[in-house]
């Protein structure tokens, strides 16, 4: 069922809800009943090593074309941008994970169903 609710003005007083309240009230209902800032962070790392990828290709491309480029620097660069996304990307499917198992234990719902049809 549904249930029609007025939201009325305060008749006196303030609320007791600062915006720090207010903030921390939204920072756990978002972390605690969703695993979409772990989805952020998987996405998060496919980018960098997507980025990683084309830069690789870039800076190959300009090493050819000027070997002038300092020794080395290519490939370190290549390395460390590939080897953080794939880190970031595991440490997303990880935290997935987890974030999947911590909602089941809590039986915690991921969905509202808002209208039933019959």
Do not use: C
């Not at 007025?6 to 207010?22: C, D, I, M, P, W």
């Not at 595991?90 to 911590?102: P, S, T, V």
């Amino acid at each position: 069922g549904a249930a029609t609710v007025v939201q009325e003005a305060r008749h006196k007083g303030h609320s007791g809800y600062t915006f720090r309240k207010l903030f921390r009230l939204f920072f756990n209902m978002f972390f605690n009943f969703s695993i979409l800032p772990l989805r952020i962070f998987t996405i998060l790392g496919f980018l960098v090593f997507l980025t990683a990828f084309v830069l690789s290709v870039i800076f190959v491309v300009q090493k050819i074309m000027d070997p002038s480029i300092e020794a080395g620097w290519t490939s370190l660069i290549i390395a460390i941008l590939a080897l953080s996304g794939v880190q970031i990307i595991f440490m997303g499917l990880i935290g997935e994970y987890l974030g999947k198992q911590y909602l089941d234990q809590n039986k915690t719902p991921q969905w509202v169903i808002r209208k039933q049809v019959e």
